[in-house]
């Protein structure tokens, strides 16, 4: 008894230190994942007494176990006897907030701000506030670039003494020589703006806003555009203009394109802040420089904002601003040089169609939309498409097509295949913009003329093509108007066409079914096993293997498989090898199929003439 009441081998703080010594990381890092249960076993005294002290003993540790930790420290509180006792956590955090690792002192300030709401205000004073002026003051950058973060949730807590001592120290890092520590003070001014009553922001954090809005740096000029917003937020709108408006719109011209970039991408937010008339006579104009910069990262960005832009724009003057201030500049970007800024308008030009109402856009709308519609960037095209709805709510499905099927012809009938290809690929789109009703009548015949265009990439194009709108339109609707059509081609004079038929039954069964492929498409393909072209026979037997998958066994057997075994007798060879390996294919389970897989093909069956390479 007396060896077992010596064996510490149970004490919670021995099995602690053991494991904090281990070489394995992964075993130190779940041991400090388990804090928390030892503190309980401990209790908060020894808590306090014990286990900080050790914890604090440990900060050499690898970063990943001093990541653990400084998460760990932050749920604490309850831990170490509630908040009357929590400035005992302050020690081991403002280690870990120096740290060499960001990712560590990112996570002990988190917990810092966490336990800080749980600091009574005198605590707050004779504890937090001094843990804040010693990384302030410390000779590491890392010190004072985690001090940037604690300030706005001690000053509220603080009197006003204390107040004025850490808006000094605020100012001082705010002008601090290292660039890093400066960014780090921009990143939290808006946050330390929201604490601070509206004649403090006046009086000291509008110059200190100014000072860095002028830095010699852009990493910390750009910065400064989202604190704007915070701070136009706060601002009556009496002095907003004169304090704030004058710093926007420099930052708008400003010499780093990151910058400008920084503004366009913050322009809504900026606009929503500043309220509706400084928009008029302040924004508009910056919102222009924006959208004809000379780098196309701000063009792209501006682009993206120009339907939010609009939207917001007060009533009494947005329809005259749109159409004499922005859609004279959106006309250039139309041509731009760069595909992103041209994409960006694209994918927002349309929006403008609500606000404008039917004249405007089919008079200053259209224009744009089909220049874009011809665009050679395939992103350009599929943006305007995508929001074609916007435009046909507006106007109509008949004024649209007035203006728009000529276009689509066009590019249908263009001389250059790759253009018709790009047609066909966003027809599945189109016809959900348009309608059942409206494809029937004008686009369905395109749709069939291209699976006899004389390139085979429009054919594939054309036959995947009709399997979307299949899948878009219904089985009945494919019954009635598709596989009819296709059928016919089984009887053209072509050979590439009656093969088009072969193709368009295998896309077409996938998306049709049995019954239907039994009763309407299998007789057409047995008919055509019959064909003099040897290309046309074995794609039969291809067809066959297909869409025997779908087939009901009894029509395997007394239909499909006569058809293959005949064909297995061809003279020619190719005809023959793809006829066996349909027939092997249908009559065996998955081990024999994959035992087919492996035997070599015939020499001649190599060379399959596939309209690929016609």
Known sequence: MAAADGDNSLDPMSILIDELQNEDIQLRINSINKLST???????????????????????????????????????????????????????????????????????????????????????????????????????????????????????????????????????LCSDNSLVVRCAAASNLGDFTKVLEIDDIKSEIIPIFSNLASDEQDSVRLLMVEVCVNIAQLLPQDILEALVMIILCQAAEDTSWR??????????????????????????????????????EVRAAASYKLKEFCENLSADYRENVILTKILPFSQELVSDTNQHVRSALASVILGLCPILGKDNTIEHIMPLFLALLRDECSDVRLNVISNLNCMKEVIGIQDLSQFLLPTIMELAEDANWRVRLVIIEYMPLLAGQFGLEFFDAQLHSLCMSWLVDHVYAIREAATNNLKKLVEQFG????????????????????????????????????????????????????????????????????????????????????????????????????????????????????????????????????????????
């Open 38 to 172: 030892i503190a309980l076993a401990l209790g908060v005294e020894k808590t306090r007494s014990e286990l900080l002290p050790l914890i604090i003993d440990i900060m050499y540790d690898e970063d990943e176990v001093l990541l653990a930790l400084a998460e760990q420290l932050g749920t604490f509180t309850p831990l170490v006897g509630g908040p009357e006792y929590v400035h005992y956590l302050l020690p081991p955090l403002e280690l870990l907030a120096v740290e060499e690792e960001a990712i560590v002192r990112e996570k002990a300030v988190q917990s810092l701000r966490a336990i800080s709401h749980e600091h009574s205000p005198s605590h707050l004073e004779d504890h937090f506030v001094p843990l804040v002026k010693r990384l302030v003051g410390g000779d590491l950058v890392n010190s004072r670039i985690s001090a940037c973060s604690l300030f706005s949730v001690c000053y509220p807590g603080v009197s006003i003494a204390i107040k004025a001592e850490l808006l000094q120290c605020f100012r001082d």
């Open 259 to 296: 910058v400008r970039y920084m503004v366009a991408e913050k322009f809504t937010e900026l606009q929503t802040a500043v309220g509706p008339e400084i928009t008029k006579t302040g924004l508009v104009p910056a919102f222009q420089n924006l959208m004809q910069d000379y780098e196309p």
């Open 475 to 614: 089985k009945e609707w494919a019954l009635a108007a598709v596989i009819p059509r296709v059928l016919t081609l089984s009887e053209a004079p072509n050979y590439l066409h009656r093969m088009t038929t072969l193709f368009c039954i295998n896309v077409l069964s996938e998306v049709c079914g049995q019954d239907i492929t039994t009763k309407h498409m299998l007789p057409t393909v047995l008919y055509m096993a019959g064909d003099p072209v040897a290309n046309v026979r074995f794609n039969v037997a291809k067809s066959l293997q297909k869409i025997g998958s779908i087939l009901e066994n009894s029509t395997l057997q007394t239909e499909v498989k006569p058809i293959l075994e005949k064909l297995t007798q061809d003279r020619d060879v190719d005809v023959k090898y793809f006829a066996q390996e349909a027939l092997t294919v249908l009559s065996l389970g998955p081990v024999s199929r994959l035992m087919l897989e492996e035997e070599p093909m015939p020499a001649s069956a190599g060379h399959e003439y596939s309209p690929l390479s016609i």
